[in-house]
């Protein structure tokens, strides 16, 4: 423990933080660190007044509940009776001690709601006979902001109470929030609409630039200078829906989308005056509060629960926390509140919350981290995305170190630059994301980031595959590895050939080999170590670098600060001198670094000549892990081949000899294997196999079936093309734009290459068709076609529709005038029955389907 004067000088270095927090949070709604950061900086205030009171006052900010408005800014309101905080707790054992602590005071059988903590703006909503009077927001809890005009807005607070039982005047406290979903919708209709002014403003800007030469013509003649066009502001995007909720509540604008998006929920009652006996009985607890407030039609959360042990608390808590995007609101925690208000009204308020409540919160979706890199990745359509690599940090239950940034107009609009630190943003199992910047850390060393104008992994150009796209692409279609990775990865996955060993690692080997060697540069590049054997390790004795002891040849590269300023590769400072070559290419050859590979696969044409032989010399990049984590480390393995064994005749470093060579590996092995029999597999799942856009499963289904091969297949709409018409009109299933985007494929000559190739090794684009005369089993749906909707015992999805095929009939997904019957399963859907209704077309059971199959 600190001594009083440690206490007092830490008590001191905060202050002045946490206020500064606290007015920016408050006053302009632009926090200037997250809530996890301010809370433990609370916590820690809190417990140095714990152990020393001479520390605390009134005035201290661990006492206040908000802020007041600036004043003169906004008009204010004086709450009738004072709106309180919370007291909060972090963990489950302090609320036990709450709990505890509470019910000791208690008579036996207490009861409590359990409701969710609305993440929003506390408002206090006062109705006097029935009719809002006035709005305000909390401000210090004695007086806040008139937002009446606001509250209007908001549809789902009445203006008139409905029913008859109104008291002369109550304060209905409560949250006003703004919907998830439509905060998106909004954030992303503002960047639309942001994007537009831009344009427009370069516009305007252009024309101010002619009228200025204009007006000096004009000055020159004695005539009036010609009036300017002015600039239009941009709309500002929100972090969060609760800074959106508070930003918009207290805006001057009352007409736009954003305030009409609002929604509200009571959680309180403030002064009560003029109620009728019966009310008054009836709002004497805090449940009866809640049906009265129901009942005039003010929403109250249908959320809220009665508990009366610490074991439901706890099972509240956990369904809660386990849904935390559940809810159309967002909730940052769960509050407890004692039911009986006259036992409230005995136990009050410390100056700052009641003592009848507690606020369990949520560990943090918000946490602030460092922004060390923006870096780009390829996609199997070469779609280029940014992405942020971040000093790992903890959230909502994993720790993040990378997160998408989408395009790079995205990374503008969030205005990060590398080096920041960002406010990082998870809850629940949303994708982990870059919120912004927290502007008040910047010291100048931030750098923007800049789309590189080449592919990292191949060098093709990067550019818009239209004019005015907002994705970029890499060029090179055809070979570049990171694409081609994904299209092998995609030729083995289980809507196409399904080769189970074909998956992200195998796929690595044949087509993307390097995939990870600049994540190993860098980590040697920031002093970790890459670990070399066999072959490697040799040629890395020969560049200098000491062979470890031990059966097989093994060195372990790291490089000092010093080194590392010495070779070149950064300043003083650990800064990369080049991030994009990361070790500039002649010293990665004086240390003896192995030079990058030439994948085996240029495109997938060569996917089914593939040998063992042909992956005896590819090695791969791997991060190195100890329980499960990764440690910065990497190493540098065989990637298919087994590892060869050494002998080592000598005590000589050098005199390692090899005794046997290795042999391709098991998973190699089975590749190999599973490639030979996808030869013969289904034709729907080859053509799936192509990579061709828009053409997937279900479509590759229905040519297949409507023509047995892919010449048939080509043939077919290559002549329908030719004659005017629209291809494939008749298969179902196949639009005009899939149908194109099938044909155009083969137009290429280096796809035709590729069926060529598979071809030559042996892949039959051809379904075998099995002779109607030698087929034995029965064909009771013979020419029939059928829709399931719901689910039928005893099948899945896929096998019910596979009986249909094998009985002779067709399955289809939609009902159409073409259809024989609908089979209605468990479940159905609406539209679906609905549709067979309206064009008279009969339905089965699942019992008569199984029936009739069975005949
Ligand atoms: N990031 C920053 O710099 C900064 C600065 C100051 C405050 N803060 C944040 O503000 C918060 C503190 O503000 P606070 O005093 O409003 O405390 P609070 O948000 O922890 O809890 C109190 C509030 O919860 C609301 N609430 C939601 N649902 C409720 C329900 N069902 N029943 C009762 N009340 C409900 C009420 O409006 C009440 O006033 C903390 O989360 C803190 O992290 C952040
Ligand atoms: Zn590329």
């Not at 406290?173 to 909004?186: H, I, L, N």
């Not at 870059?434 to 592919?455: I, K």
């Not at 053509?687 to 047995?708: C, K, M, S, W, Y």
Request: hydrophobic share 40%; glycine share 8%.
């Amino acid at each position: 423990m600190k001594n009083f004067d440690e206490a007092k000088a830490r008590w001191n270095e905060l202050a002045p933080k946490v206020r500064k927090a606290q007015e920016a949070y408050h006053l302009t709604g632009e926090p200037i660190m997250v809530d996890a950061a301010y809370d433990s900086l609370i916590a820690e205030m809190r417990a140095l007044e714990d152990a020393y009171p001479q520390l605390w006052s009134v005035e201290s900010p661990t006492m206040k509940v908000g802020a007041k408005a600036a004043r003169g800014a906004v008009a204010e309101l004086t709450h009738r009776e004072r709106m309180y905080s919370l007291q909060d707790v972090f963990s489950r054992e302090e609320l036990t001690r709450w709990y505890e602590g509470i019910v000791a005071e208690l008579p036996a059988g207490s009861r409590f709601t359990a409701e969710v903590k609305v993440d929003g703006l506390a408002l206090n909503l006062t109705y006097r006979r029935g009719v809002l009077e006035t709005a305000a927001t909390r401000g210090d809890g004695v007086s806040g902001e008139d937002v009446t005009r606001n509250a209007l807005a908001i549809s789902t607070i009445p203006q008139r109470l409905v029913g008859d039982d109104h008291p002369e005047l109550v304060e209905v406290r409560g949250e006003v929030y703004f919907p998830v979903a439509k905060f998106a919708e909004y954030n992303e209709a503002v960047a639309a609409r942001n994007e537009e002014v831009e344009r427009r403003n370069a516009e305007v800007d252009a024309f101010n630039k002619e009228l200025a030469a204009t007006n000096r013509e004009r000055a020159r003649r004695g005539e009036a200078p010609l009036a300017r066009l002015r600039r239009e502001d941009k709309l500002r995007t929100f972090v969060n829906p609760r800074n959106a909720a508070s930003g918009t509540m207290r805006q001057e604008d009352t007409t736009g989308f954003a305030i009409r998006s609002l929604d509200f929920l009571a959680h309180g009652i403030g002064a009560l005056e003029g109620a009728s006996d019966e009310l008054a009985a009836a709002m004497a607890t805090q449940e009866g509060v809640y049906e009265a407030f129901a009942s005039w039609g003010l929403p109250v959360s249908p959320n809220t629960e009665m508990v009366a042990s610490l074991e439901e608390i706890n099972a509240y808590l956990d369904k809660y926390q386990g849904a935390r995007t559940a809810l159309d609101h967002e909730f940052d925690g769960v509050v407890i509140k004692l039911e009986d208000r006259r036992v409230q009204e005995q136990m009050g308020y410390t100056a700052r919350v009641p003592r009848w409540a507690v606020a369990y919160k949520f560990p943090p979706t918000e946490v602030q981290t460092r922004l060390l890199d923006i870096r780009v990745q390829v996609g199997r359509t070469g779609r280029v995305t940014p992405y942020a690599v971040m000093e790992p940090v903890f959230v909502d239950g994993s720790t993040v170190a990378q997160a998408t940034l989408h395009n790079p107009f995205e990374v503008e609009r969030k205005g990060v630059k590398i080096g920041d630190v960002v406010i990082l943003r998870k809850a629940g199992d949303i994708i982990p994301e870059v919120v912004g910047p927290v502007l008040a850390e910047r010291d100048g060393s931030e750098r923007d980031f800049e789309m590189p104008a080449d592919c990292p992994v191949c060098g093709g150009a990067i550019e818009p595959a239209k004019e005015g796209d907002k994705d970029l692409r890499c060029s090179n279609t055809r070979s570049c590895p990171a694409q081609l990775h994904q299209r092998v990865i995609h030729i083995g996955s289980r809507g196409a050939l399904d080769i189970e060993s074909l998956g992200e690692e195998s796929a690595q080997w044949l087509a993307a080999p390097d995939r990870y060697r600049d994540d190993a540069l860098i980590a040697l590049a920031t002093g970790h170590t890459l670990e070399l054997t066999d072959e490697a390790a040799l040629a890395a004795a020969q560049a200098g670098w000491p062979l470890e002891d031990g059966a097989n040849p093994r060195v372990r590269m790291q490089l000092s600060l010093e080194q590392r300023v010495e070779l070149g590769i950064t300043d003083e400072d650990g800064a990369l001198l080049d991030p994009e070559a990361i070790i500039p290419g002649d010293v990665q050859e004086r240390l003896g670094l192995p030079a990058a590979q030439q994948p085996y696969l240029d495109t997938e044409a060569g996917l089914f000549g593939l040998t063992a032989e042909a992956m005896r010399d590819v090695r791969t990049w791997q991060p190195v892990k100890v329980a499960g984590e990764e440690t910065g480390d990497w190493r540098y393995i065989r990637a298919g081949w087994t590892k060869p064994t050494w002998l080592k005749p000598n005590a000589t470093r050098e005199g390692y000899e090899l005794r046997k060579e290795s042999v391709p590996s098991k998973t190699l092995e089975k590749v190999l294997d599973e490639l030979e029999k996808a030869k013969s597999k289904e034709l729907w799942r080859k053509i799936v196999a192509l990579n061709i856009r828009h053409v997937g499963p279900v479509a590759a289904r229905e040519l297949a079936d409507t023509f047995g091969s892919l010449d048939a297949m080509l043939a077919a709409g290559r002549e329908q093309l030719a004659a005017g018409e629209v291809p494939f009109a008749d298969v179902e299933g196949v639009g005009e734009i899939i149908a194109r985007s099938f044909l155009d494929w083969f137009e290429e000559d280096w796809h035709a290459e590729i069926v060529e190739e598979w071809r030559a090794a042996g892949v039959v684009f051809e379904d075998e068709r099995a002779d109607p005369d030698e087929d034995a089993g029965p064909r009771p749906f013979e020419g029939m076609t059928i829709v399931v909707t719901g689910a039928v015992e005893g099948f899945t999805r896929d096998s019910v529709a596979e009986a249909i095929v094998a009985a002779g009939g067709k399955a289809t997904g939609s009902v159409s005038r073409n259809t024989t019957a609908v089979v209605v399963g468990e479940k159905p859907g609406a539209s679906k029955t609905k549709k067979a209704q309206e064009l008279g077309i009969p339905m089965w059971s699942a019992e008569e389907f199984i029936a009739k199959l069975g005949q």
